[in-house]
């Protein structure tokens, strides 16, 4: 069964910077596609950043600039900088090989 496991998440005052970690329990093959979701409450599941096996990154316009994905093979990695209010949310992680696998998620709450 694999398991992702996201970290990194916190407190932090608007114009903050937080760094969001997803580790994957498995090395045994290599996910396609990693990604991140945040989902504020009331609100629906919200896209915010993806990264192919390959590298090529898509961004949700609102954080492009500000946000930047990366991965090391099984792990994916959020830099969130100018961090804004309406940024707050839990942060879930998702990988993708034949079926899609998601992480609980880590809460980030940003104040004005």
């Known amino acids: 069964q694999v398991q992702l496991v996201e970290s990194g998440g916190g407190f932090v005052q608007a114009g903050g910077s937080l760094r969001l970690t997803c580790a994957a329990s498995t090395y045994s093959f290599s996910f396609h596609t990693m990604a991140w979701y945040r989902q504020a409450p009331g609100k629906q599941r919200q896209f915010v950043a993806r990264?192919?096996?390959?590298?090529i990154t898509d961004y949700e316009d609102s954080v492009k600039g500000r946000f930047t994905i990366s991965r090391d093979r099984n792990s994916a990695f959020l830099q969130m900088n100018n961090l804004k209010p309406e940024d707050s949310g839990v942060y879930l992680c998702?990988?993708?090989?034949?079926?899609?696998?998601w992480g609980q998620g880590t809460q980030v709450t940003v104040s004005s």
């Open positions: 998702s990988a993708i090989r034949g079926a899609t696998y």
């Open positions: 990264i192919s096996g390959g590298g």
